[in-house]
């Protein structure tokens, strides 16, 4: 499960659930007390003291929210052939309907009826709107900063290489660079001054290898980290039209191949896929 991958919306339902919650613990009705007499011995039942009402309305609700909320931490999963996401938004939207005319049909509510019409009225819509309004699908937890790379001595160079984003990568196959005093290096008259002949020999070799009409040869891809800006799903690389992951804003993945306008996306636990809509991603 990924935290980050909560969106405002998930907030906005889990927050409902939790005033539905306390509304099941306050007064279905209100009474007026006759004048002298003592009131303090009658007391207004609540959500829990009706089974009918608490299980259609109150724990439909708060179940339903749990379903969106899950469905989201866990993308794929489906029950009777339904996203876990859409189940719980049906939920909520019973619990909702039961709500509404079960406060219509009393002549005096409570505060715990009201208020639990409030909270079904929020938590339907937070769950119908949350994966299509765009202020509601950006995540409650924005994407950290990719980690930078450790200070190297004094006179070090900075260590660069695969494995984190903002490494600078180098081209598969590429020799790491030599100059004056690498081991193994033929040393030049003066330091820092490349060989004129091994410089002419490099360039020539370059145009040889360079391929016709001027494409980039396929093996030039470097990988590099990316974060997505709203949720995305990931296919599988057989082409299956169902997604095998969904990648979730605030992470950072690695992008280890192009696939035409796609790219090949490893996840933590080591799946890959392929991303479509690779627009707005953004690089490590």
Same mark, same amino acid.
């Not at 004094?154 to 984190?164: A, H, L, V």
């Given at each position: 499960?990924?935290?980050?991958?909560?969106?405002?919306?998930?907030?906005?339902?889990?927050?409902?659930?939790?005033?539905?919650?306390?509304?099941?613990?306050?007064?279905?009705?209100?009474?007026?007390?006759?004048?002298?007499?003592?009131?303090?011995?009658? +007391?207004?039942?609540? $959500?829990?003291?009706? =089974? &009918? /009402? !608490?299980?259609?309305?109150? *724990? %439909?609700?708060?179940?339903? #929210?749990?379903?969106?909320?899950?469905?989201?931490?866990?993308?794929?999963?489906?029950?009777?052939?339904?996203?876990?996401?859409?189940?719980?938004?049906?939920?909520?939207?019973?619990?909702?309907?039961?709500?509404?005319?079960?406060?219509?049909?009393? +002549?005096?509510?409570? $505060?715990?009826?009201? =208020? &639990? /019409? !409030?909270?079904?009225?929020? *938590? %339907?819509?937070?769950?119908? #709107?949350?994966?299509?309004?765009?202020?509601?699908?950006?995540?409650?937890?924005?994407?950290?900063?990719?980690?930078?790379?450790?200070?190297?001595?004094?006179?070090?160079?900075?260590?660069?290489?695969?494995?984190?984003?903002?490494?600078?990568?180098?081209?598969?196959?590429?020799?790491?660079?030599?100059?004056?005093?690498?081991?193994?290096?033929?040393?030049?008259?003066?330091?820092?001054?490349?060989?004129?002949?091994?410089?002419?020999?490099?360039?020539?070799?370059?145009?040889?290898?360079?391929?016709?009409?001027?494409?980039?040869?396929?093996?030039?891809?470097?990988?590099?980290?990316?974060?997505?800006?709203?949720?995305?799903?990931?296919?599988?690389?057989?082409?299956?039209?169902?997604?095998?992951?969904?990648?979730?804003?605030?992470?950072?993945?690695?992008?280890?191949?192009?696939?035409?306008?796609?790219?090949?996306?490893?996840?933590?636990?080591?799946?890959?896929?392929?991303?479509?809509?690779?627009?707005?991603?953004?690089?490590?």
């Amino acid at each position: 499960m990924n935290i980050r991958s909560l969106t405002r919306g998930d907030g906005v339902v889990i927050g409902a659930a939790v005033v539905l919650f306390i509304a099941s613990f306050l007064d279905l009705s209100g009474y007026d007390c006759p004048s002298g007499v003592d009131c303090s011995r009658f +007391s207004s039942p609540n $959500a829990w003291d009706s =089974l &009918g /009402l !608490l299980m259609s309305v109150f *724990l %439909a609700g708060i179940i339903g #929210a749990a379903l969106v909320v899950v469905g989201r931490l866990t993308p794929g999963r489906k029950v009777v052939g339904f996203d876990l996401g859409q189940f719980g938004a049906a939920f909520t939207v019973f619990a909702l309907w039961t709500a509404f005319w079960t406060t219509i049909d009393v +002549s005096d509510a409570g $505060a715990g009826l009201i =208020l &639990g /019409l !409030l909270a079904t009225i929020v *938590l %339907a819509a937070g769950a119908i #709107a949350g994966p299509l309004v765009p202020a509601l699908k950006a995540p409650i937890v924005g994407a950290p900063k990719p980690p930078q790379a450790v200070q190297p001595p004094y006179g070090g160079q900075p260590g660069q290489g695969y494995g984190y984003p903002g490494a600078q990568q180098q081209p598969y196959g590429a020799q790491p660079s030599q100059g004056y005093g690498y081991p193994g290096a033929q040393a030049s008259g003066q330091p820092g001054q490349a060989d004129p002949a091994a410089a002419q020999a490099q360039a020539a070799q370059a145009q040889q290898s360079a391929p016709q009409g001027g494409a980039a040869p396929a093996g030039d891809f470097t990988p590099f980290w990316f974060a997505v800006p709203v949720a995305r799903p990931l296919y599988g690389e057989d082409g299956a039209p169902n997604p095998i992951a969904e990648l979730a804003p605030g992470t950072w993945y690695l992008a280890v191949e192009q696939r035409g306008q796609g790219l090949i996306a490893q996840t933590q636990d080591g799946r890959r896929g392929v991303l479509q809509d690779t627009t707005g991603i953004q690089r490590g």
